[in-house]
């Protein structure tokens, strides 16, 4: 199994960014799968995450700035970053979880460094 995120960098506050998180090894259409990020000294914390029938679901500081989608025939889920601020300087993660399979795999990071 491989998630592997791509599209992260240095942007200007104020900018966009989109990341990428492409699968393999898994069946795609069967996994929620969800962003999450971590910032140095704090906790890993859920960004946003869709379910298998595209049910979204955001944490308070995304909402509005920030767009999860899936595209389940390229295996690929995507994380759309509009207005970015400061605070949003984390190692951005992909998740792919199955409570049903009991399943939960990682991706290991793509940077997200937003200057002031």
């Known amino acids: 199994v491989q998630l592997v995120e791509s599209g992260g960098g240095l942007v200007q506050a104020g900018g966009s960014l989109r990341l990428s998180c492409a699968a393999s090894g898994i069946l795609f259409g069967l996994y929620t799968m969800g962003w999450y990020r971590q910032a140095p000294g704090k906790q890993r914390e859920l960004v946003a995450r869709i379910d298998n029938i595209e049910r979204v679901d955001y944490a308070h500081s995304a909402k509005g700035r920030f767009t999860i989608s899936r595209d389940d025939a390229k295996n690929t889920m995507y994380l759309q970053m509009n207005s970015v601020n400061p605070e949003d300087t984390a190692l951005y993660f992909c998740?792919?979880?199955?409570?049903?399979?009991?399943?939960?795999?990682w991706g290991q990071g793509t940077q997200v460094t937003v200057s002031s």
């Open positions: 998740d792919a979880n199955s409570l049903r399979m009991n399943r939960d795999f």
